[in-house]
């Protein structure tokens, strides 16, 4: 593996749960490359088919990773993705899954026009801790922090945690 001079970050969570907002507030604030996976698939295409019950495209997790895995390499790329055990363990030195509470995230998911089984299925996502569960499964247990992602003061909290993250990351592999 190369030297890494940047960590690369994964921020996880159920939609709706503030991922890609706090992605690109914090790779404006550090200079990291900030990818969300769900563009990176529509603008290449990646996927494998449609979901009719869902009503969106399965993602080709075997190509996003293909596409991927030279950006990855060098360090210095956050990450945004509701899914997380696809992704290779020693791509990542730190993993946060954001946590939002249940009626947030109901009225976030609504706002975006979610309804039936899809809205409920992913609250129900978030009662039970699915992507937490899966994070802590698919990577080592000290790499995984939850954040709360509720309101504007837990956004600038977790800029700040992070970033301070980076700075002292930075100072320990350089």
Known sequence: MRIMKRPNILLTGTPGVGKTTLGKELAQRTGLNYVNVGDLAQEGQLFDGFDEEYQCPILDEDR???????KI???GVIIDYHGCDFFPERWFHIVFV??????????RLESRGYTGKKLQDNVQCEI???IYEEAMEAYKEEVVHQLP?????????????IVQWIEQWMKDNN
């Not at 954001?98 to 009225?107: A, G, I, Q």
Request: no cysteine; hydrophobic share 20%.
């Open 98 to 107: 954001l946590r939002t509470d249940n009626t947030s995230l109901y009225n």
């Open 149 to 161: 992602s509720n309101t504007p003061e837990d956004l600038e909290r977790n800029l700040e945690q």
């Open 64 to 70: 996003v990773v293909d596409e991927l895995e030279d």
């Open 73 to 75: 390499g060098d360090g």
């Open 128 to 130: 039970f801790q699915t």
